[in-house]
């Protein structure tokens, strides 16, 4: 059952929220699987105007170097800390950043970084299948976005493994080798559903991450990385720190005793999704208002792409005037480090507008 709230453009432009960011799109029924839970974002709005991230041919043209180069008559959105783990023997690469690649056109990212920290070779062109860095590696990597160094991530990916328990050196592949199981569970249990575009995704009933895309296709074509290599890998690590603590929160709500027929069950139910729909309402209305400081890293025509930061979140956007097209924000180290998380209450609370419309 969709939520019938759908997140209505500000009549006047006062600072990017994520209101704004979210705009046209409306929230789905909440996905819960162990510690992770994913409220989807559908829209009757989907842009075809931008080539699918899995058409373009990558290479490496150096060290800390990726190219990319888009066959299509469409601009190319290169997602945010998307990598690549190839079979061949060359040096695994990531983007610090996003991209963007004009139509039928070849771009060198310059600032990219190596992910793999004693293999050599470059990496020849060819449509690679793509991973999203890990959620802990993500802030890092945007954070260098103007270094030029290949081996700038290699001790954030040495510190990422060591709290997994695995070797600590500058090799993501330790990483993907040892939790390939765990990782596949999460794309298999997590599920696309009609016109979604985006979500919103909670680990024990946090937000960490907002993701939106331009269109359905686009959206199929990255979630796979999202939640296997990005936000599983966090499922997976706060596992291990809860240990024999770690319990799954569950936003299904329970049925009412008394159910003696099948109207009381079809009435049961209804309040029950009520009940959920509320407090998925509840969890994302505080994240609506705050507004992002913006810093123009690339353009393509028409659309510009941006770093985006504020206490909460950081992460990259791509925007057609006031019309986010893509969005790719994580929670902040020092904002998870003081608690400042989103919980959701027991009961939501009564009476309280939403700043969007109904």
Same mark, same amino acid.
């Given at each position: 059952?969709? #939520?019938?709230n759908?997140?209505?453009?500000?009549?006047?432009?006062?600072?990017?929220?994520?209101?704004?960011?979210?705009?046209?799109?409306?929230?789905?029924?909440?996905?819960? !699987?162990?510690?992770?839970?994913?409220?989807?974002?559908?829209?009757? !709005?989907?842009?075809?105007?931008?080539?699918?991230?899995?058409?373009?041919?990558?290479?490496?043209?150096?060290?800390?170097?990726?190219? /990319?180069? @888009?066959?299509e008559? =469409?601009?190319?959105?290169?997602?945010?800390?998307?990598?690549?783990?190839?079979?061949?023997?060359?040096?695994?690469?990531?983007?610090?950043?996003?991209?963007?690649?004009?139509? =039928?056109?070849?771009?060198?990212?310059?600032?990219?970084?190596? &992910?793999?920290?004693?293999?050599?070779?470059?990496?020849?062109a060819?449509?690679?299948?793509?991973?999203?860095?890990? /959620?802990?590696l993500?802030?890092?990597?945007?954070s =260098?976005?103007?270094? =030029?160094?290949? @081996?700038?991530?290699?001790?954030?990916?040495?510190? /990422? @493994?060591?709290?997994?328990?695995?070797?600590?050196?500058?090799h993501?592949?330790y /990483?993907?080798?040892?939790?390939?199981?765990?990782? +596949?569970?999460?794309?298999?249990?997590?599920? %696309?559903?009609?016109? $979604?575009?985006?979500?919103?995704?909670?680990? *024990?009933?946090?937000?960490?991450?907002?993701?939106?895309?331009?269109?359905?296709?686009?959206?199929k074509?990255?979630?796979?990385? #999202?939640?296997r290599? %990005?936000?599983?890998?966090l499922?997976?690590?706060?596992?291990?720190?809860?240990?024999?603590?770690?319990?799954?929160?569950?936003?299904? $709500?329970?049925?009412?005793k008394g159910?003696?027929?099948?109207?009381?069950?079809?009435?049961?139910?209804?309040?029950?999704?009520?009940?959920?729909?509320?407090?998925v309402?509840?969890?994302?209305?505080?994240?609506?208002?705050?507004?992002?400081?913006?810093e123009?890293?690339?353009?393509?025509? *028409?659309?510009?792409?941006?770093?985006?930061?504020?206490?909460?979140? &950081?992460?990259?956007?791509?925007?057609?005037? +006031?019309? !986010?097209?893509?969005?790719?924000?994580?929670?902040?180290?020092?904002?998870? +480090?003081? #608690?400042?998380?989103?919980?959701?209450?027991?009961?939501?609370a009564? @009476?309280?507008? #939403?700043?969007f419309?109904?």
């Amino acid at each position: 059952m969709f #939520l019938t709230n759908l997140f209505s453009r500000p009549k006047q432009h006062k600072g990017l929220t994520i209101a704004e960011i979210l705009a046209d799109t409306k929230a789905g029924r909440i996905q819960t !699987v162990g510690l992770m839970q994913v409220i989807p974002l559908v829209s009757e !709005v989907a842009d075809h105007r931008f080539a699918l991230p899995s058409s373009a041919e990558v290479g490496t043209s150096g060290y800390g170097s990726l190219v /990319f180069s @888009n066959p299509e008559n =469409k601009v190319l959105i290169v997602p945010a800390q998307v990598g690549y783990v190839v079979k061949q023997a060359a040096q695994d690469h990531a983007m610090a950043g996003a991209g963007l690649v004009k139509k =039928k056109g070849k771009k060198t990212y310059k600032n990219a970084m190596c &992910i793999q920290q004693s293999q050599g070779g470059f990496i020849s062109a060819d449509k690679h299948k793509m991973l999203i860095l890990p /959620f802990s590696l993500r802030e890092p990597a945007i954070s =260098k976005r103007k270094e =030029k160094s290949y @081996n700038k991530l290699w001790d954030q990916i040495s510190q /990422f @493994n060591g709290t997994l328990g695995l070797n600590k050196h500058g090799h993501l592949e330790y /990483f993907l080798k040892h939790f390939k199981k765990e990782l +596949d569970q999460f794309v298999a249990e997590f599920e %696309c559903i009609p016109k $979604q575009v985006g979500a919103i995704i909670l680990i *024990d009933g946090k937000v960490v991450g907002i993701e939106r895309t331009p269109s359905p296709a686009f959206w199929k074509t990255v979630w796979p990385a #999202l939640i296997r290599e %990005c936000y599983g890998s966090l499922a997976i690590e706060c596992a291990k720190r809860l240990g024999d603590r770690a319990t799954a929160f569950d936003y299904r $709500q329970p049925l009412r005793k008394g159910i003696r027929s099948l109207d009381d069950l079809k009435r049961a139910l209804e309040t029950a999704n009520t009940d959920e729909s509320e407090l998925v309402k509840t969890k994302v209305r505080e994240l609506l208002a705050t507004k992002f400081k913006l810093e123009k890293e690339d353009q393509a025509g *028409d659309f510009i792409q941006e770093t985006a930061t504020q206490a909460q979140f &950081i992460g990259q956007i791509v925007r057609e005037g +006031d019309a !986010v097209k893509y969005a790719s924000l994580v929670t902040r180290k020092t904002w998870a +480090d003081k #608690l400042k998380w989103f919980e959701v209450p027991t009961t939501p609370a009564p @009476n309280k507008p #939403l700043p969007f419309s109904i």
